[in-house]
């Protein structure tokens, strides 16, 4: 780890802290809507759909700008500043329209630093090592995750589960928030800017273009697949206290944490490609045993939702800063696409599981990350370059 550039290690830390002020309200974000605010899953459907959704334009926004301008950042800055100001507000909510405002706001933040802040820790990788750099940052990532689910469930264990202590955490959540966006601001510099000349020549080259046609896959898989807060009211469901939820997102965050930098540096030593079949296969066995429908399958597959997060992300980052010219650019699509895809995903997800049952739900998204598996195994088979890690 000592290649690793000092601005990733910073920038690590400030999703650290980041990523824990997030972590602090997601176990109990969703339950607060359903339990809470008496709202139904397709209310809670529909502010994973908006929340995702608004932030897919800015990604492409911001990434492009990037790109174009050398404008880097400043949009991170941006970025977290925003993200650290409305999660506290969740505290003061009364119905799902608001909490959709703020959480669209904070994914407007997220998708504002998203590809720039890749842009960043592509510039200070190390020749050949972008998985590498990628683990590295990832495993601070969420061990900013790990550290406030233990946290969370400390203090849902000592103080209880009621209203007034689930909007103390939230208003809680300004504290690493603020900390994360002072390191971004003072201590991790920006990238050169190019010059004047250079930057009037953006064109989006074929290796973009291609780059871009192998995502697809990804992001119908992000399509299926169910998102942690259908996770979280699934575990709920089938008899997992609600004081033990934090525990279930340990598991997955501990996992993470666990194996990142690892599966970055097997990036580097057997392609893109083999990890995200690993990645596919773990979020199929994810959705499995989701669908057994007891407890404990449910604490294995958030175990398995965690490899399914890390290995993805970090090979696909690693892809897009080794395979795409405009990188920031590409990287805005990515986040974008992730976006749109699982906004979708959700909408839908949720309407089938509020009026056709939870069992019809996990049964559409099995089949369809199960799908999604053999198409990509298909491709792996035959050896066609229209998935990421064909070099």
């Known amino acids: 780890m000592k290649s690793i550039d000092k601005n990733v290690v910073m920038l690590g830390w400030v999703s650290y802290f980041t990523d824990m002020a997030t972590a602090m309200i997601q176990p109990i974000l969703p339950l607060f809507i359903v339990l809470i605010l008496h709202e139904g899953m397709d209310k809670l459907g529909f502010i994973v759909a908006v929340a995702t959704f608004v932030s897919y334009a800015m990604r492409l926004l911001s990434g492009y700008l990037s790109d174009r301008y050398g404008i880097v950042k400043p949009f991170v800055v941006a970025g977290y500043g925003l993200s650290a100001l409305t999660k506290p507000l969740i505290g003061f909510t009364s119905n799902y329209q608001q909490i959709t405002v703020l959480q669209s706001l904070e994914r407007l933040g997220k998708g504002l630093r998203s590809a720039p802040k890749d842009m960043m820790i592509t510039a200070y990788s190390k020749k050949n090592a972008s998985g590498k750099t990628f683990g590295f940052h990832k495993t601070l990532d969420i061990?900013?995750?790990?550290?406030?689910?233990?946290?969370?469930?400390?203090?849902?264990?000592?103080?209880?589960?009621?209203?007034?202590?689930?909007?103390?955490?939230?208003?809680?959540?300004?504290?690493?928030?603020?900390?994360?966006?002072?390191?971004?601001?003072?201590?991790?510099?920006?990238?050169?800017?190019?010059?004047?000349?250079?930057?009037?020549?953006?064109?989006?080259?074929?290796?973009?273009?291609?780059?871009?046609?192998?995502?697809?896959?990804?992001?119908?898989?992000?399509?299926?697949?169910?998102?942690?807060?259908?996770?979280?009211?699934?575990?709920?469901?089938v008899g997992i206290a609600t004081a033990l939820i934090p525990l279930l997102f340990v598991v997955s965050t501990g996992i993470q944490t666990a194996t990142s930098y690892i599966i970055g540096t097997w990036i580097d030593r057997v392609g893109v490609r083999r990890i995200m079949l690993f990645a596919y296969l773990s979020g199929v066995v994810a959705q499995v045993l989701l669908y057994l429908q007891n407890p404990l399958s449910t604490w294995f597959a958030f175990a398995f939702l965690g490899l399914f997060t890390v290995a993805s992300l970090n090979a696909n980052r690693a892809y897009i800063a080794d395979s795409a010219q405009n990188k920031g650019s590409v990287y805005g699509i990515f986040y974008a696409g992730v976006a749109l895809f699982g906004a979708l995903g959700a909408y839908i997800g949720g309407m089938i599981w509020e009026y056709f049952g939870m069992q019809m739900a996990l049964g559409y998204s099995l089949a369809g990350t199960l799908m999604m598996l053999v198409f990509f195994g298909v491709i792996v088979r035959n050896g066609k370059k229209t998935s990421p890690g064909e070099g």
């Open 143 to 237: 061990a900013g995750e790990l550290s406030a689910t233990v946290i969370l469930f400390g203090v849902l264990a000592i103080f209880g589960q009621s209203e007034s202590v689930m909007r103390n955490i939230f208003y809680a959540t300004l504290i690493p928030g603020m900390i994360g966006l002072a390191l971004m601001i003072f201590f991790v510099k920006d990238i050169p800017k190019p010059s004047r000349h250079e930057s009037m020549k953006f064109t989006f080259s074929a290796e973009d273009k291609q780059t871009v046609k192998a995502l697809f896959v990804y992001f119908f898989f992000v399509f299926f697949i169910f998102s942690a807060a259908f996770f979280t009211v699934q575990a709920k469901e």
